[in-house]
């Protein structure tokens, strides 16, 4: 027995070292790469360790691929890696429609509509609808709103709505107004029914009157629906993205969005805001919040008004062309009602405020009624016009803005004549509310913007449109820089989500959402930066899109 104590002995040492020199198995390695982690130091690395959906380590790559042993090995082959991008503000339902609607974006007159139209009524005889978008009459040469008599010369018997690119008008034809039995002008909080100079229905429905006629288009069933939003999320994957905010859903759409993503049948994490109606606020607030792996609801979305290139901008003084000021969606006191009520609540608040009296009026709400307002993170979503006085209640009262930078290159070549040159100054001034606030959560608006979130950043940073127009940038004084470009989409952006400590950076313990590009957004030249491709898209570890 003494002479087997010794050899027991050495075989344990020896499985002792065999086990401490023996790599962890892990589920994979990307390495030779320039990884940008956006953390609090904004350093970058070479590579990254990733095991169960989670980030383990970073560093670079010789270190890395000692350490561990990988089931896979990805050489990134000296690309660019970036946290996942986070888009602060879409829709992700109206996306899915807008892909299967006929499409007027870019439409340069109301006869090229027409002629969109026709071409697709020909293509899909079955539709009992005909459902467009993205058309605007500021691209058109007379710059007026469209009337619905050439849809009821061409389109008698279908009906039909269009709806304009903001989203916040539609043009609709005399069979769609009879499905909705309007057949004459009436008052509408938060809306109108637009009508001739003889008092006759002209076609055009603002804001809170569209609900009267889209309530009656049919809804699509579960698994058309499924397709769709899948369909939609690998489009959102092909440019990076890999969270999103989904801003203001109904409760129909939140359920069906529940029973998706627990069958698995959607990836892409979704931030989904509560559209706040006095029932859905009654039922949220009873049911409480909803956090699962890739589906959180733990806000409320807001409308405070309508839009700018529409004139529904809810603004101080009227417009600089038009004899208007805008509207509230709801009575003040009734916005201030529910702010109140949600601000005893858990839930969070984010408000869709464009016009300068808009965003006043739900400021001081919500200063009137937060207590300890660094700990809600309520929101402004667009922030679009900002009265000089009113900027430092961002700082004053801890409010998010939430902006999409395309809106001001996509708004620039119109907006002075809706605003005029001096109130235009506080129009789109996202260096200004980073300053305000100490952050900036970035979006796109999709489907009103397009989708990709370089489009995004270069409007950011370049204030420029896809042709580099205007020369030297559009109020280049609201220009950011591109590290806080870079923050606005993934850390911040995160952060305005309640999300910062899982997602938003490389770091360790967090999850594994990154994207792998083509070429470096942080060095590009600012007139490559909207044609960079996506390589690879990555959520918890798994590769989702790769080109």
């Given amino acids: ?122 293509k899909n005889p079955d539709k009992s609808w005909i459902i467009g978008n993205g058309w605007d009459q500021n691209l058109w040469p007379d710059k007026e709103f469209p009337t619905k008599d050439s849809l009821d010369k061409y ?73 769709m939003l899948k369909r939609t999320q690998d489009s959102l994957f092909a440019v990076g993205l890999t969270s999103i905010v989904d801003a203001g859903l109904t409760e129909q759409q939140i359920e069906s969005l529940k029973i998706l993503y627990n069958a698995d049948s959607l990836q892409i994490r979704n931030y989904a805001m509560v559209r706040a109606t006095p029932k859905s606020v009654k039922n949220y607030l009873r049911a409480g919040t909803f956090e699962s792996e890739r589906l959180t609801v733990r806000s409320f979305k807001l409308m405070a008004d309508g839009a700018l290139g529409s004139r529904g901008a809810c603004l101080l003084h009227p417009y600089h062309d038009a004899p ?20 005893a609540s858990n839930f969070q608040v984010n408000t869709h405020a464009i016009g300068d009296s808009a965003n006043r009026i739900i400021l001081d709400s919500y200063g009137r009624h937060l207590k300890n307002p660094h700990d809600r993170r309520w929101r402004i979503e667009h922030a679009q016009i900002i009265a000089p006085s009113d900027f430092h209640k961002f700082a004053q009262y801890a409010i998010i803005p939430s902006v999409q930078p395309t809106h001001a290159t996509s708004d620039m070549y119109w907006a002075k004549d809706r605003l005029g040159a001096e109130r235009l100054k506080g129009a789109y001034a996202y260096k200004e509310l980073l300053e305000q606030y100490g952050l900036l959560a970035l ?102 899109f790769k080109r």
């Fill in 155 to 227: 389109f008698p018997d279908i009906p039909i709505f269009l709806s304009r690119v903001d989203y916040h008008a539609a043009l609709v034809n005399s069979q769609a107004l009879k499905q909705a039995s309007i057949d004459t002008v009436f008052h509408i909080e938060g809306g109108l029914i637009s009508s001739d100079e003889e008092g006759k229905l002209d076609g055009i429905l603002l804001d809170n009157a569209m609900k009267l006629v889209s309530d009656h288009i049919p809804m699509e069933d579960t698994k058309v629906l499924a397709r």
């Fill in 1 to 122: 027995m003494r002479h087997l104590i010794p050899r027991i002995v050495g075989i344990c040492c020896l499985l002792s070292l065999i086990a401490c020199t023996t790599n962890q198995q892990i589920d994979l390695i990307v390495y030779n790469a320039k990884v940008y982690t956006v953390d609090s130091s904004f350093r970058t690395v070479e590579a990254v360790a990733i095991n169960n959906g989670v980030f383990i380590d970073l560093g670079n790559s010789q270190d890395l691929l000692q350490k561990y042993k990988a089931k896979e090995l990805l050489d990134a082959k000296g690309k660019y890696i970036y946290p996942g991008f986070y888009d602060s503000h879409g829709h992700f339902f109206l996306l899915a429609d807008a892909m299967e609607e006929v499409s007027l974006l870019g439409t340069r007159s109301y006869d090229e509509l027409l002629e969109r139209l026709k071409d697709y009524v020909a």
């Fill in 324 to 343: 208007t000021s805008g509207f509230l969606l709801e009575k003040p006191e009734e916005f201030d009602q529910l702010i109140k009520q949600l601000a």
């Fill in 443 to 544: 979006g796109s608006d999709f489907p009103v913007e397009h989708y990709n979130p370089l489009y995004g950043f270069h409007a950011a940073v370049a204030r420029v449109d896809k042709t580099g127009f205007p020369k030297g940038g559009f109020q280049m004084e609201n220009a950011i820089s591109r590290e806080q470009a870079l923050r606005g989409m993934t850390i911040w952006a995160a952060y305005a989500c309640f999300q910062e400590k899982k997602r938003g950076s490389i770091e360790k313990g967090k999850d594994a959402d990154f994207v792998i590009l083509e070429d470096d957004i942080m060095m590009a030249k600012p007139e490559a930066l909207r044609d960079i491709k996506t390589i690879r898209t990555v959520v918890a570890g798994e590769t989702v």
